[in-house]
T-cell receptor, first 109, second 114 residues
Framework: EDQVTQSPEALRLQEGESSSLNCSYTVSGLRGLFWYRQDPGKGPEFLFTLYSAGEEKEKERLKATLTKKESFLHITAPKPEDSATYLCAVHQAGTALIFGKGTTLSVSS | NAGVTQTPKFQVLKTGQSMTLQCAQDMNHEYMSWYRQDPGMGLRLIHYSVGAGITDQGEVPNGYNVSRSTTEDFPLRLLSAAPSQTSVYFC?????????????FGPGTRLTVL
């Protein structure tokens, strides 16, 4: 069964239309949850690390939050340049990173 | 710093051929790893290394070999390429493998096996 599930698979927004991406996880012994951005034909680019429930981090129009079972990536007033695939990954004690399948975001002007 | 570099960017192989995907990092990172990315499958770990001389298998290691003779380099070898190995390969590195620290990814190698 999937240990990291991202939803939705794809999201289309109008410029300025705020929304959230979800990452739910079932791993035990979470050591950290990561958000990455991936543009077509490129490697993932690190955005945030969250370590404990209740933690929040922000960067420009993006804000990541973490609970004991899921993380949200909130996008406020998105612009077309925010279009990308957003990947969530968890680091479980004793293992390497486990990635979700990603959410592809398209923002149109 | 160049970060994580990978060569080649693109490669076409015939079934049964062998090749090595190169990965290098200049950040003095202990931890390096190889992933493959396939449509609808997400990133899957092939092999990883926690330091020079130490390697271990990930989720999908079959058909691949690795070695880590230096801190900087972590090549991935395909011994006998198969069409199922057609994928995009990413190398990544991080400062440690203990406390969760972010991994930095290379630009990827797109491999096609005919």
């Amino acid at each position: 069964e999937d240990q990291v599930t991202q939803s939705p698979e794809a999201l289309r927004l109008q410029e300025g239309e705020s929304s959230s991406l979800n990452c739910s996880y079932t791993v035990s012994g979470l050591r950290g949850l990561f958000w990455y951005r991936q543009d077509p034909g490129k490697g993932p680019e690190f955005l945030f690390t969250l370590y404990s429930a209740g933690e929040e981090k922000e960067k420009e129009r993006l804000k990541a939050t973490l609970t004991k079972k899921e993380s949200f990536l909130h996008i406020t007033a998105p612009k077309p340049e925010d279009s990308a695939t957003y990947l969530c990954a968890v680091h479980q004690a004793g293992t390497a990173l486990i990635f979700g399948k990603g959410t592809t975001l398209s923002v149109s002007s | 710093n160049a970060g994580v570099t990978q060569t080649p960017k693109f490669q076409v192989l015939k079934t049964g051929q062998s090749m090595t995907l190169q990965c290098a990092q200049d950040m003095n990172h202990e931890y390096m790893s190889w992933y493959r990315q396939d449509p609808g499958m997400g990133l899957r770990l092939i092999h990883y290394s926690v330091g020079a001389g130490i390697t271990d298998q990930g989720e999908v290691p079959n058909g691949y070999n690795v070695s880590r003779s230096t801190t900087e380099d972590f090549p991935l070898r395909l011994l006998s390429a198969a069409p199922s190995q057609t994928s995009v390969y990413f190398c990544a590195s991080s400062a440690t493998s203990g406390r969760a620290t972010e991994q930095f990814f290379g630009p990827g190698t797109r491999l096609t096996v005919l």
